[in-house]
Nanobody, 128 residues
C-alpha cells in the first residue's frame, strides 16, 4: 500500500489544521493506522492510532484532548485533526499502516517499528 500525507502548513499557536493520509494500491480497511511526528535530531514519536474499523483510538498524552484521529475506509483516507496547536507541535507528521491482530495492537500500537508502510510526511509549523 502507498500512503500520501498532506494538509500541513504554518499556523499560529491556538490554531487548527487537518492532515489527510490517502492510501492507494490496497484497501485501507485492511490496516490499522497511526500518525507519528519527528523533529530534526530527535526520534520519531507516536501521536495517535486507530484500529481497522475506526472503533478504537489511542493518543499520546501530549496530544490527548487536542488531536483527533479518524478514518473513512470508503475513501481510503485517515485524518488527524489538530486543534489548540502549540509551538512544540511543530514537526514533520507521518502516517503509517500496519496489520495487527487486536491483542498485538494493544501492545504495539505506539511503536514505529511495528508499522510496515509509511507516507512521506507533511510539515506542520506552529508559530508563537
Amino acid at each position: 500500500v502507498q500512503l500520501q500525507a498532506s494538509g500541513g502548513g504554518v499556523v499560529q499557536a491556538g490554531g487548527s489544521l487537518i492532515l489527510s493520509c490517502v492510501a492507494s494500491g490496497r484497501s485501507l480497511s485492511s490496516y490499522d493506522m497511526a500518525w507519528f511526528r519527528q523533529v530534526p535530531g530527535k526520534e520519531r514519536e507516536f501521536v495517535a492510532a486507530i484500529v481497522k474499523t475506526g472503533g478504537v483510538t489511542y493518543y499520546d498524552d501530549s496530544v490527548k484532548g487536542r488531536f483527533t484521529i479518524s478514518r473513512r475506509n470508503g475513501a481510503n483516507t485517515v485524518y488527524l485533526q489538530l486543534n489548540s496547536l502549540k509551538p512544540e507541535d511543530t514537526a514533520v507528521y507521518f502516517c503509517a499502516a500496519g496489520a495487527f491482530i487486536r491483542s498485538v495492537w494493544w501492545e504495539k500500537r505506539a511503536e514505529s517499528s511495528a508499522y510496515m508502510y509509511w507516507g512521506q510526511g507533511t510539515q506542520v509549523t506552529v508559530s508563537s
